[in-house]
């Protein structure tokens, strides 16, 4: 039987949006701390969205070192070691990679992990969590491969 893990990478900058974070919440924090779309932070929602297809015990979130004073009022409910903090941002590979290696390291080398960028707005959790467990059974069918949900753009991106 496979098990399921969750990371939510929390670690990035927010360059390209930090001018809307910054008329928001009235500081340079990054978009993943602010509440853009509700009332609750992108981190919180992403957490809560997580936590639909797989326990909150088995969820480790990936922050900056440099996001501190941000991350913690958010996290304070969550397990210490359920919390990897890089000592700076890197990028989104090497989150991932840090991440995997915690897990490895913790003897969960073999268990199927979901990815969850932090700073995503979704909005229908459940037909999200379902794609999230199609995945898993996939997966589950094909442990040989790595599966990518993505979504169709419905136009061009240039930034």
């Known amino acids: 039987m496979s098990r399921h893990w969750a990371v939510i990478l ?15 919440a009235g500081d340079d924090r990054p978009k993943q701390f602010c509440a853009l779309v509700s009332e609750e932070a992108l981190l919180t929602e992403t957490r809560r969205r997580a936590a639909l297809a797989v326990p909150a015990h088995r969820t480790l979130v990936v922050v900056n070192r440099a996001h501190e004073r941000f991350y913690t009022p958010l996290l304070a409910d ?29 003897q969960a080398a073999s268990d199927t992990v979901a990815l969850y960028p932090s700073d995503h707005f979704v909005s229908d959790d459940a037909a999200f969590t379902g794609q999230i467990e199609e995945a898993f059974a996939g997966a589950a069918r094909r442990p040989d491969l790595v599966t990518l949900l993505g979504i169709a753009p419905d136009g061009a991106e240039p930034g």
């Open 78 to 106: 969550v397990r210490t070691r359920l919390v990897v903090a890089q000592p700076e941002n890197r990028g989104t590979a090497p989150a991932i990679l840090y991440a995997l290696l915690v897990l490895a390291a913790r």
């Open 10 to 24: 929390a670690g990035g900058d927010g360059v390209r949006l930090r001018s809307m974070p910054r008329t928001i």
